[in-house]
């Protein structure tokens, strides 16, 4: 017999284990929702998150199972959007376009305050004397907003400042957390006339250190046909259910504060 008898015994032993949890898998397997693979298989595959779930499968579990009412992915395309729509069995909603835009116009045109050596960090550089910019409510120009993009929409300029690339923005709302400085906003895509200024400072402290800041004069205000500008805390703020882009604001401010996107 010699080695024959523990072989065919621990074959049989193993055969029998086998066919035990083949058993046991089907008695409790759990059957996956077959519409969970066709959502995902429409979703962008970015898992950036936006839509406030953990990844796209995130999402696309939390649709099938009606824990996620909408499409929240901002990156998925109208079609996409209708087909998941039909697959859960709800009307689609039209959502509305926006996209990001950067509220600052300073950069280059601002002015130093002290020459920075540490880490290349917006929120590092914020802690120290609020920045080496003069202007303490301005971009620091050390590109967090940039670094959090999932989908490389944001670049430094030459004048200091993030470019949003509007074909490539999907309106995440990533750079929008990610700024220390609350600069950038998600808005309308359809507006393309934006007040580049955040400063709360005096209009007359602001233009002593940036070139391209709002001294509240109200020029845009009394130039808007519509009524869409007001002065809040020293700042010109544009309600874009109002404005109808007839760009009058952008002739009318004298520091050109006022920039056009479209
Ligand atoms: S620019 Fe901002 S909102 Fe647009 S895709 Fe990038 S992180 Fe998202
Ligand atoms: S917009 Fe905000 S995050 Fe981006 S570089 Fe400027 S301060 Fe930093």
Redesign the pocket.
């Known amino acids: 017999m010699g080695i024959l008898a523990p072989v065919i015994i621990l074959g049989t032993i193993g055969a029998v284990f086998g066919l035990w949890l083949g058993f046991v898998e089907k008695l409790f397997a759990v059957s996956k929702d077959p519409r969970i693979e066709r959502i995902f298989s429409l979703l962008p595959g970015s898992n950036c998150g936006a839509c406030g779930q953990a990844g796209c499968m995130g999402l696309a579990e939390a649709l099938s199972s009606g824990d996620a009412k909408s499409v929240t992915c901002p990156a998925v395309h109208d079609q996409e959007r209708k087909t998941i729509a039909e697959i859960i069995g709800q009307k689609d909603i039209h959502k509305e376009k926006t996209v990001a835009v950067?509220l600052?116009g300073g950069g280059n045109k601002c002015k130093d305050n002290y020459q920075y050596y540490g880490v290349k960090d917006?929120l590092a550089a914020?802690l120290i004397l609020k920045?080496p910019k003069a202007c303490a409510f301005?971009?620091?120009?050390?590109?967090?907003?940039?670094r959090?993009c999932p989908f490389n929409a944001?670049s430094?300029g030459d004048d200091g400042?993030?470019r949003i690339d509007r074909g490539k923005c999907l309106s995440c709302g990533k750079?929008v957390k990610?700024?220390?400085?609350g600069?950038?906003a998600i808005v309308p895509r359809d507006k393309n006339y934006h007040i580049r200024c955040r400063s709360k400072d005096k209009g007359a402290d602001t233009i002593k250190v940036c070139k391209a800041g709002c001294i509240a004069c109200g020029k845009c205000v009394t130039a808007c046909p519509a009524g869409a500008i007001e002065i809040k805390d020293n700042v010109a703020e544009i309600n874009y259910s109002k404005c109808v882009n007839c760009g009058k604001c952008v002739t009318a401010c004298p520091t050109k504060a006022i920039g056009k996107e479209a």
């Not at 990610?178 to 400085?181: L, N, V, W």
């Open positions: 950067l600052c917006c914020d920045g301005g971009c620091i120009g050390m590109a967090n907003c940039l959090a944001i430094m400042l993030p750079c990610a700024c220390p400085r600069l950038i």
